[in-house]
């Protein structure tokens, strides 16, 4: 998936580079068979939760039954852990969380869509005594990926778009100084101590920074496709004439290269893999659940609406607004 900060000018730019790779042409490829297992087809100990959706839409999930969501109403917007509300904010300041829950501490940013920025957060780890740590926040990339606020070592670190650059930042979770890593180009975070091109200069090749050492290495594809990766695994879009021709899925040094499926797959979240095994991905009209470990992949769900992942958690959406479920997977428990 293309990785691009939230409010980046350089859209118009990606979209020409898109266009003019896709016009390269390669065989039309063999569509690979569609699953036939089903969740507990593949993995009798499975363990799910589902919950009626209400107005809330959940941001991460602490367990199967304690989602921490957030509620749109015509005046406020909050962020409720379980039934608690530990957040609530004006509607009119448009305001939006980038949430990290840790086993010691949840940890958010609140931004404001106007100009990118806000405030950190953290609190106990279902929402305790809510602090305020830091309203030096730059202007934040947002892929919607669980890297976009990365908590480490008593730290939180995020990524600021810093011109055509990259900065990032990070902070004590007890406040204090800023300690900044500037990256030539544009980048996100992925696994710390980790960064990940997030713009498409070519198709072919991508890059991984490590923000400890400054190093910088090139991850390169096969022919025409886009790459993105982490430091354990890539996925590489395949394109052709009309589009995606497939969807595979490597090691950054090629190796272990492996094909997801055909034209009609695609990534359903942002997140490359999650726990380092599992790639979720759309199917068609299935959302399917691929296993780098296995080399397999299980249904998930038919007819499904919003589809979301942090840490363990995977979780999707079925019915309309006024029967909404959501269903929830703890990946750990396959």
């Known amino acids: 998936m293309t990785r691009l900060p939230a409010d980046c000018t350089a859209l118009g730019l990606v979209l020409v580079v898109l266009a003019a790779v896709v016009l390269i042409v390669l065989p039309e490829p063999v569509r690979a068979p569609a699953s036939t297992l089903t969740l507990q087809d593949a993995w009798p100990g499975a363990r799910t939760g589902s919950a009626s959706g209400g107005p809330r839409t959940p941001l991460a999930y602490l367990d199967l039954d304690t989602p921490v969501s957030v509620t749109n109403g015509v005046d406020t917007v909050r962020m409720v852990v379980g039934d608690k509300v530990v957040r609530e904010l004006p509607a009119s300041d448009s305001p939006r969380f980038v949430l990290a829950a840790v086993p010691e501490a949840l940890v958010w940013l609140e931004l404001f869509d106007v100009t990118g920025t806000g ?11 809510p602090t305020p740590v830091t309203a030096d926040t730059g202007r934040v990339v947002v892929l919607e990926s669980q890297y976009d606020l990365v908590v480490h070592d008593g730290q939180a670190s995020w990524a600021t778009v810093a011109g055509e650059d990259t900065e990032v930042r990070t902070i004590a979770l007890t406040g204090g100084p800023i300690s900044t890593v ?8 992925t696994a710390w101590p980790w960064a990940t091109a997030a713009e498409i200069e070519a198709a072919g090749s991508s890059r991984l920074a490590d923000l400890r050492t400054g190093e910088v290495t090139t991850v390169h594809g096969e022919g025409v496709e886009l790459v993105d990766c982490t430091p354990v695994w890539c996925r590489a879009q395949v394109l052709r004439q009309s589009g995606t021709a497939r969807l595979d899925l490597m090691r950054p040094d090629g190796s272990s290269r492996r094909r997801v499926g055909g034209r009609e797959v695609r990534s359903a979240v942002a997140d490359v893999v999650l726990l380092d095994r599992f790639a979720v991905v759309v199917d068609g009209d299935r959302l399917a659940l691929y296993d780098t470990a296995s080399d397999r992949s299980a249904d998930l769900a038919t007819g499904f609406g919003t589809v979301l992942a942090r840490g363990p958690f995977v979780w999707w959406s079925t019915g309309d607004n006024t029967r909404l ?10």
């Open 325 to 334: 479920t959501w269903h929830v997977l703890d990946l750990r428990t396959l």
């Open 182 to 189: 500037l990256l030539r180009g544009q980048y996100s975070l």
């Open 119 to 129: 405030t950190l957060w953290r609190a106990g780890p279902r929402g305790e005594d």
